[in-house]
């Protein structure tokens, strides 16, 4: 599986932006799709992640209330939709494929990364 990670770029504070994250292969319906991020001198962390059918989700607490992940199976995409922003959500993110919701980062395929940057 191979993934490619967009729509980064630089928003003010309070503003949105929507991730996506298009994946290649025929199995991505199979997968565990999630989100991570690292900040500048920061340890990567997980955001979001969702199960293969879309019903089941799961976030990190920092984002709960403003981040929303979803996934069309139809399009090997899933989203990450991003409401009020703040400026310690300034990272690159990326999407990640996997057998299992975990958040310890244990999934089997990485996209390459996409920047987020908020302004205060």
């Known amino acids: 599986v191979q993934l490619q990670a967009s729509g980064g770029g630089l928003v003010q504070a309070g503003g949105s932006l929507r991730l996506s994250c298009l994946a290649s292969?025929?199995?991505?319906?199979?997968?565990?799709m999630a989100w991570f991020r690292q900040g500048p001198g920061k340890e990567r962390e997980f955001v979001a992640a969702?199960?293969?059918?879309?019903?089941?989700?799961r976030y990190a607490d920092s984002v709960k209330g403003r981040f929303t992940i979803s996934r069309d199976n139809a399009k090997n995409t899933v989203y990450l939709q991003m409401n009020s922003l703040k400026p310690e959500d300034t990272a690159v993110y990326y999407c990640?494929?996997?057998?299992?919701?975990?958040?310890?980062?244990?999934?089997?395929?990485w996209g390459q990364g996409t920047q987020v940057t908020v302004s205060s």
């Open positions: 292969g025929r199995t991505f319906s199979s997968y565990v």
């Open positions: 990640a494929a996997g057998k299992s919701m975990v958040i310890d980062g244990g999934y089997d395929y």
């Open positions: 969702i199960g293969w059918s879309g019903y089941l989700t």
